[in-house]
């Protein structure tokens, strides 16, 4: 119904930049709520940030990185600046029907993942 793939990640010093990419294909709609979610090696996965009639941050993030949409493309974006070790992680987009969530049960349909290394 909704594929989703990932892009951007790679391997960057503290203090840099990336900017990540989601591609959606299928069924895709503006009414279609996306995130971003990561995971750490031995830790659970956890919310990133998230966009449809609003936008959510976690609170490590705010100020650093920012999402956003090009609804005309179907390819939602996460911009991070000041990256830092602790953002490393496997960076994934996730979609779903309904209102904005930071649950990930909460979504539907899941990229395969981008991975995002911030050396110290």
């Known amino acids: 119904q909704v594929q989703l793939v990932e892009s951007g990640g790679g391997l960057v010093q503290t203090g840099g930049s990336l900017r990540l990419s989601c591609a959606a294909s299928?069924?895709?709609?503006?009414?279609?709520?996306m995130g971003w979610f990561r995971q750490a090696p031995g830790k659970e996965r956890e919310f990133v940030a998230t966009i449809g009639g609003n936008t959510v941050y976690k609170d490590s993030v705010k100020g650093r990185f920012t999402i956003s949409r090009d609804n005309a493309k179907n390819t939602l974006y996460l911009q991070m600046n000041r990256l830092e070790p602790e953002d490393t992680a496997v960076y994934h987009c996730a979609a779903r029907w309904g209102p904005v969530s930071v649950a990930s049960s909460e979504y539907r349909f899941w990229g395969q993942g981008t991975q995002v290394t911030v050396s110290s």
């Open positions: 299928g069924r895709t709609t503006s009414t279609l709520t």
